[in-house]
């Protein structure tokens, strides 16, 4: 809601670390979007730990990689979900360079193609911190989403991760906070 339409067309959403939940956001809310009436693409552009496969039970067989090293097309490695709009695009076997491979023409081509027939793609990538593939997608990217767990990340992890996309001309909408622990008996903003 941040932004003005065809302003997000890619979203973005990465972490500074591993296992801070971006995956899951990533699917609840595509999920969501799909369900409000949106095309939704989810594109799994981890090509270190690719999740959304696991989540939505498909196949890897083929994907984003096929496509990119010319050996598929688009129309074929596109997985529809029992979700109505929400499609998703799992990011096929692990290549050898997975940084080159977004940061190529190729790359760039596929998400402009994507890009006319959904009105959001959200792309799920690999932790800003430990590779420089978050980095590279921010910087092509529409606006970023940085995912923090609670009680699990760190300030500085959280600063060098802000400090990294926002180097390469990345558009940070916004951060999401999430696994916040319960606490009973308590009330408040």
């Not at 067309?9 to 971006?22: D, R």
């Not at 991760?161 to 008996?185: F, T, Y």
């Amino acid at each position: 809601f941040g932004v003005t339409d065809g302003k997000s067309k890619t979203l973005l959403v990465t972490s500074p670390i591993a296992s801070e939940g971006k995956s899951t956001l990533v699917s609840n809310l595509a999920t969501t979007m799909a369900q409000a009436g949106q095309r939704m693409l989810i594109l799994d552009a981890d090509f270190r730990k690719p999740t959304q496969h696991k989540i939505f039970e498909i196949s890897t067989e083929t994907g984003l990689a096929n496509v990119l090293a010319a050996k598929g097309k688009l129309d074929d490695v596109i997985v529809h979900t029992t979700v109505e709009g929400l499609d998703i695009l799992p990011c096929g076997p692990i290549p050898p360079n997975p940084s080159e491979i977004l940061n190529s023409q190729s790359f760039a081509d596929t998400l402009a193609k994507l890009g006319e027939r959904y009105d959001h793609i959200m792309i799920d990538s690999p932790p800003v911190i430990p590779v420089t593939d978050a980095r590279i997608l921010s910087a092509i990217c529409d606006v970023t989403l940085l995912v923090l767990r609670a009680e699990r990340s760190t300030r500085r992890a959280a600063e060098q991760a802000m400090e990294g996309l926002l180097s390469v001309g990345g558009q940070v909408l916004g951060v999401i906070v999430n696994d916040i622990p319960r606490r009973r008996g308590r009330y408040g903003y």
